[in-house]
């Protein structure tokens, strides 16, 4: 029998419990904004995750671990395009890591998935029971115990780094002490060391490293308990899609049931669960740091534990310098408060409104204004099967008229600038993050596949940058 509900009817540590003791057999979805993630699990085991969000995909996770190269990782998807294979082993076949190693890294990619689950606490879920186990190729087996206690443990230490990086938009600096030898001598713990310049933001940093948000901002967080780096400021940061104007209102006011959990009259009520930290809102002026006692640096033993997830051999490209944002801040999500639901019909009438409009534009070829507004129904819907097929149909035709008339896919790109000059500009993290990945040898294709961006995402940021001639196309 499906179930469908909010992670704020039922946590996610409830959820999977009750799943893994029923025994059962099928695939718990989870959605949120835009991102779908999935929990494949077999008589109460979890035997594998997938996720659309193209930062958490296997590729991209072996690229964080240090395993395979951006070239690598690009010589396998474009095989992939042409076989359909599994990623995982199209890398093995290239001799980029060995089946074993693979095992390996698709278990952590789980544990890793699952997780980054413990912030969703306004998701849709969905689980679908099935006769057996859906799970794609190299199957692992998870204990939902196991997984539970190391999320919950994540979870509190993400709150706790948040009470102090509570915005993407902080910017680090070096105090002037030297770090412990187990980070200079670790390449990824150094790179990481090297890109804390005063200058970049922390959303920056995790792009440029490919990073998982916790291993990277853990380690942020860790220099910056022990004194070694501090808050130089706080850069706005904006989207630079415009909001477009909002519609009827989209969530009902009093949910109605659509289908109740049976819960087991002698399990054990479910626990409440910690509010996450709040938010502080951004601002443009230097932030103070509060005079706190001198902190103890870590000795080289507690900082191997913490780059034990590095591996020393990481390949990281040079990066431009950062840039100020000095766009207005983006205005913080608010999601719809629903528990184990349907939608009423005054919400059912704004989601058609809004996707009668997304039609009417793309109708037009106006892909990118249908894709504004289906984003923002995203934020305030997520789980609407038909909002989902319809974003899908937008990304894929935008994709097409993207690399058919200004983004030609063989094109190599080239900067108009020096590295220098782009100190002036209006850089948000994802256009940083292409400009440093455009070295006039790779073709436009090249850098799409290599990017922890949507497809759509990764070519609207180019076409941002062509428009404001920071780019040009050359013949291949």
Avoid at 111 to 128: G, K, P
Avoid at 375 to 385: A, K, L, N, T, Y
Wanted: hydrophobic residues 40%; negative net charge; proline residues 8%.
């Amino acid at each position: 029998m499906p179930l469908y509900g909010t992670l704020n009817s039922m946590p996610l540590t409830d959820l999977l419990q009750w799943l893994c003791n029923a025994r059962v057999t099928g695939t718990l979805r989870l959605e949120l904004d835009r991102v779908s993630k999935s929990i494949h699990i077999h008589e109460g085991l979890i035997t594998g995750c997938s996720s659309d969000d193209p930062a958490q995909r296997i590729g991209q996770y072996l690229l964080n671990r240090g395993q395979i190269t951006e070239e690598q990782l690009r010589e396998a998807l474009q095989l992939q395009e042409l076989s359909g294979r599994h990623l995982g082993t199209l890398l093995v076949d290239l001799g980029a890591l060995s089946a074993e190693q693979l095992s390996e890294e698709l278990e952590a990619q789980a544990e890793e998935t699952i997780y980054s689950l413990f912030d969703w606490d306004d998701a849709v879920f969905r689980f679908q029971e099935c006769d057996k186990d859906k799970g794609e190729g190299f199957p692992v087996k998870l204990r939902v115990e196991d997984v539970l206690l190391r999320g919950l443990k994540r979870y509190d230490e993400m709150r706790q780094i948040r009470g102090v990086f509570n915005d993407p938009g902080i910017v680090l600096e070096t105090t002037g002490k030297q770090p412990p030898a187990a980070v200079v001598e670790n390449r990824m713990g150094r790179a990481l060391w090297e890109l804390v310049n005063g200058e970049r933001t922390v959303a920056e940093i995790l792009l440029q490293v490919h990073g998982s948000e916790y291993v990277v901002t853990k380690f942020l967080y860790e220099l910056h308990r022990s004194g070694l780096v501090r808050i130089a400021r706080v850069k706005e940061i904006a989207s630079r899609t415009p909001e477009p104007p909002p519609v009827e209102q989209s969530v009902a006011e009093s949910p109605v049931v659509e289908q109740p959990i049976a819960v087991d009259a002698d399990a054990e009520p479910p626990t409440a669960k910690a509010a996450p930290a709040e938010t502080a809102a951004p601002t443009a002026v230097p932030v103070p740091e509060a005079p706190v006692p001198e902190p103890e640096v870590p000795d080289d033993e507690e900082f191997e534990d913490l780059l034990s997830e590095f591996t020393p051999n990481m390949d990281l490209p040079a990066a431009p310098p950062a840039t100020e944002t000095a766009t207005d801040p983006v205005p913080p999500k608010e999601l719809p408060e629903t528990g184990v639901v349907s939608v009423e019909d005054s919400a059912e009438r704004s989601l058609d409104q809004s996707l009668e409009k997304a039609r009417k534009l793309m109708t037009g070829s106006e892909f990118e204004k249908a894709l504004e507004i289906l984003e923002r129904v995203c934020r305030e819907q997520p789980g609407e099967d038909s909002l989902r097929r319809l974003m899908a149909e937008a990304e894929a035709a935008f994709v097409e008229k993207a690399y058919r008339h200004f983004l030609p896919p063989s094109k190599v790109l080239v900067l108009t600038r020096t590295t220098d000059s782009l100190k002036t500009e209006d850089l948000s993290p994802s256009e940083f993050f292409m400009l440093s990945r455009i070295d006039g040898t790779w073709d436009i294709k090249s850098i799409i596949q290599i990017a922890p961006l949507r497809e759509s995402d990764a070519l609207r940021t180019l076409k941002r940058l062509r428009e404001n001639g920071l780019i040009e196309l050359k013949a291949p």
